[in-house]
Each structure stands twice: as C-alpha cells, then as structure tokens.
C-alpha cells in the first residue's frame, strides 16, 4: 500500500510540473540542490531523478540563442556508483522540453564526490569533502560549452537538525570567459526533523559572479526555498518551492528529486 501511494505521489508531482510548461522554451539548471553527507556505499547504484520547472521567470535570453527559464521544464537522470567507502560518480543527462514538445538534449555532465569525513549514519558530527563536475554543454544552454565545477562540501548533523553549505566555484574552458576568474555560488541548507523520516527546512541559492568581483548587488540572483524531504521508504522525495528574492532572479522555481537505490 505505501509503494503504490509513494508511486501515485510521485506522478502526482511529475504530473504537476509538467503543466507548468505548455509555452515556453525551456533551460533550468539540471540540479538544484545543496550536497550533504550523502554517499552511496562500493558498489552500490543509484538513480536521482531531477525535475526543475520556473513557472514565472526570465523570458529575455542573455545571449544569442539561449532557451530562457520562463515556463520551462527540465528533466534529468543522474546515475551514480559508489567506489569507494569515501568516493562515487555521477553521470547526468539533462533533458528540457519546448512549447512544440521538442526534445532538447542539454549534453552530458560527469562528476566524481570525496566525502572522507563524515558521522556514522543516523550519528552526530561534522561532514566535508568536495565534488569534481565537467560539463560537455550545447550552445543553448552556455556560450562556453566546456565547464568543471569545484562544490566542496560542508556541514553538521544530528538526529533532529542538518546544516550544510557549498561554495561552489565554476571555471569556464572554452569560449569568451576561458581562463577567466572562476564564478562564486554559495547554497546552504537547514533542515529539521519532524516526524520519523518527514523532515523539513529552507534552501538558499546566490550567485555573487567572479571571484574577488562580485557583480552588484542588484545583478546577483537570489532563491530562498522551502523544503520537504521524505526519506523513508522505497522511494524518497525531495520537494521545493523557490521564490526569487530580487529582479535579478526568477520569480518562482519548483523542483523535486526522486531517488532509487539499486544495491
């Protein structure tokens, strides 16, 4: 009974944001999402589904061609394998869709995350480590099609609280902005738990430019999300409702990440 309810949500809420999206090219960010202590263990397999969809946002591109946020709706896998006791990769293939129902391949993204210190599980104590990530991306989504993303990871945990933080830096390797300074995107995360696998919080997600040259103040997206995360059971949920702190940012974003373990 639980499997056929989680599974009925679980379309429920792809169903919900697919109809977000009837009139608009879409572009989201294949993840949003604040990195915690999550790792799968040797040889454990592992699928995330990631679904972003902006039901009020930027409809002007910021350069030639791009497939702007407004009404958009993005779909994508992430696989990952756990190598180690301290090591997994991930394999992302982010999917948007358009008004005309186009299918428009965002290009493929690898990543490998290190997690050497972090509390036993249902334990208390600090976690660290650090997320390598290098994008192959198409000329719709970024003028540099070439990225790596350094996210190290931050935080503390206990029975009933989960703090975390990534200050995310991004380099360009081709294209206008190639070996350039990277760009700062700090995120964290506070989540409490209030019932036996139901725990809530806020996610908030900035994008300062440069490092060491920030952008104005007006010029630096800002997302303060809610967040529910149900993590029990055979299929976990993540659900989010972001609003847009500031002009520079979209209005609204809702996201939601399933998660399936195979071991």
Not at 65 to 87: D, I, M, W
Not at 166 to 175: E, K, M, R, S
Request: net charge neutral; with cysteine; hydrophobic share 40%.
């Amino acid at each position: 009974m639980m499997r056929r309810c989680l599974a009925a949500a679980a379309f429920a809420t792809f169903a919900t944001l697919t109809l977000f999206a009837p009139c608009a090219l879409a572009v989201l960010p294949d993840e949003i999402q604040v990195y915690t202590d999550d790792i799968n263990a040797p040889g454990e397999f592992g699928l995330e589904l990631h679904v972003n969809t902006t039901p009020n946002g930027r409809r002007t591109p910021d350069f030639p061609n791009e497939v702007t946020p407004y009404h958009g709706l993005r779909v994508t896998p992430e696989f990952t394998l756990g190598l180690t006791k301290t090591l997994d990769a991930g394999l992302y293939l982010p999917v948007t869709y358009d008004a005309e129902g186009r299918v428009l391949f965002g290009g493929p993204k690898l990543r490998l995350k290190w997690l050497p210190l972090r509390p036993e599980e249902g334990g208390t104590g600090w976690f660290a480590g650090a997320n390598g990530e290098y994008s192959w991306l198409t000329r719709n989504f970024e003028p540099e099609t070439r990225r790596f993303e350094l996210r190290p990871i931050l935080g503390w945990r206990n029975q009933d609280w989960l703090l975390a933080v990534n200050p995310v830096l991004d380099w360009a390797l081709n294209g206008p902005r190639q070996g350039g300074r990277p760009d700062f995107s700090p995120s964290f995360k506070a989540a409490r738990t209030v019932a036996d696998g139901l725990a809530l919080g806020l996610e908030y997600y900035t994008e300062l430019g440069p490092l060491g040259r920030p952008a104005p103040g007006n010029q630096q997206p800002r997302t303060l999300y809610v967040a529910m995360e149900l993590e029990k059971g055979p299929l976990p949920l993540h659900f989010a409702i972001g609003r847009g702190l500031n002009d520079a940012t979209d209005k609204w974003t809702v996201k939601a990440i399933f998660e399936f373990s195979f071991k």
